[in-house]
């Protein structure tokens, strides 16, 4: 099992950087992919990034593909994601996940959740 708690968000301007990050507790990080989703009020719950259990693979949504990028530190535990070029559309609650396989981008195949952290982008 892993704990997952994110950190980071904040408000920013549009146009602006901010970088998210998620610490999993446990010993078996490198077992867990890993995945960055968000929820804006009113609206399901969607996938955002996601990388393999290694580092080596990578997914994006269309919506953040070229100015998101995630990243991950195993010997850290954690999880990061780089967001540049915000939008107010941006604006959302980040949940981190984790699931012990391969990478995916569906929100049913994520076991472990974190609390969720807000992102405001003001225009």
């Known amino acids: 099992q892993v704990q997952l708690v994110e950190s980071g968000g904040g408000l920013v301007q549009a146009g602006g950087s901010l970088r998210l990050s998620c610490a999993a507790s446990g010993r078996t990080f490198s077992s867990y992919a890993m995945g960055w989703f968000r929820q804006a009020p009113g609206k399901e719950r969607e996938f955002v990034a996601g990388?393999?259990?290694?580092?080596?693979?990578?997914l994006y949504a269309d919506s953040v593909k070229g100015r998101f990028t995630i990243s991950r530190d195993n010997a850290k535990n954690t999880v990061y994601l780089q967001m540049n070029s915000l939008k107010p559309e941006d604006t959302a609650v980040y949940y981190c996940?984790?699931?012990?396989?391969?990478?995916?981008?569906?929100?049913?195949?994520?076991?472990?959740w974190g609390q969720g952290t807000q992102v405001t982008v003001s225009s």
């Open positions: 996940a984790a699931r012990r396989s391969i990478l995916a981008r569906n929100r049913s195949d994520y076991n472990y």
């Open positions: 990388i393999s259990l290694s580092g080596i693979s990578t």
